[in-house]
């Protein structure tokens, strides 16, 4: 059974930074896309950054420049270091997962609270 498990969420301050984490299960890692999408309250899940088997990254346009997608093949986990947090990137965020090679698996993460504020 695939597992994706979030960790690193927490409260911070504004302009501070935050590394998220995501450890996946199972053989499905170096098969997939991996990405992180976000939801805030009241607004549809979006997402924030994509990061390609061989590593070809992609961003949201709100997080250009601010935050940087990783993954370790070795370790079977993704990063989202998250620099110069704004308010309005409150959310939870969610680790995510699409088999490209050897299957259509589509798996999620249970989510990670992320809260900018003073």
């Known amino acids: 059974q695939v597992q994706l498990v979030e960790s690193g969420g927490g409260l911070v301050q504004p302009g501070g930074s935050l590394r998220l984490s995501c450890a996946a299960s199972?053989?499905?890692?170096?098969?997939?896309?991996m990405g992180w999408y976000r939801q805030a309250p009241g607004k549809q899940r979006e997402l924030v950054a994509s990061?390609?088997?061989?590593?070809?990254?992609n961003y949201l346009d709100a997080v250009k420049g601010r935050f940087t997608i990783s993954r370790d093949n070795a370790k079977n986990t993704v990063y989202l270091q998250m620099n110069s947090l704004k308010p309005e990137d409150t959310a939870v965020y969610y680790c995510?997962?699409?088999?490209?090679?050897?299957?259509?698996?589509?798996?999620w993460g249970q989510g990670t609270q992320v809260t900018v504020s003073s």
């Open positions: 995510h997962a699409v088999e490209v090679v050897g299957g259509l698996g589509d798996y």
């Open positions: 199972g053989s499905i890692f170096g098969r997939s896309v």
């Open positions: 990061i390609t088997r061989s590593g070809s990254a």
